[in-house]
């Protein structure tokens, strides 16, 4: 069975960081895409940051990053803002894929990221 499960969501205050992380399990993903997307309340899923099967890292006021040693893929958030607030989703692809929900085959449920003063 192939699974992705995030963690590492919760409570945090506007300017501060969080790191999230998804553990990949069934598969290994190294020949996988794998994004981010994240769903805002009454909004469509959107995508936050992906990666190629050959990339390792997108960094930004978010960053990226995969350890295929571990099976994991990692979504460091810094400056964090109200507006950031969301259920935040990984995925995987076997396919070149743009960073879009109807590209990705493979879904986590997702983590809470609350934004709050």
């Known amino acids: 069975q192939l699974q992705l499960v995030e963690s590492g969501g919760g409570l945090v205050q506007p300017g501060g960081s969080l790191r999230l992380s998804c553990a990949a399990s069934g598969f290994t993903l190294d020949d996988y895409a794998i994004g981010w997307f994240r769903q805002a309340p009454g909004k469509e899923r959107v995508g936050v940051l992906c990666i190629s099967s050959k990339g390792d890292s997108v960094k930004g006021r978010f960053t990226i990053s995969r350890d295929n040693a571990k099976n994991t893929v990692y979504l460091q958030m810094s400056s964090l803002k109200p507006e950031d607030t969301a259920v935040y989703y990984c995925?995987?692809?076997?396919?070149?894929?743009?960073?879009?929900?109807?590209?990705?085959?493979?879904w986590g449920r997702g983590t809470q990221v609350t934004v709050s003063a």
């Open positions: 995925a995987a692809t076997l396919k070149q894929a743009m960073c879009v929900v109807r590209s990705y085959d493979i």
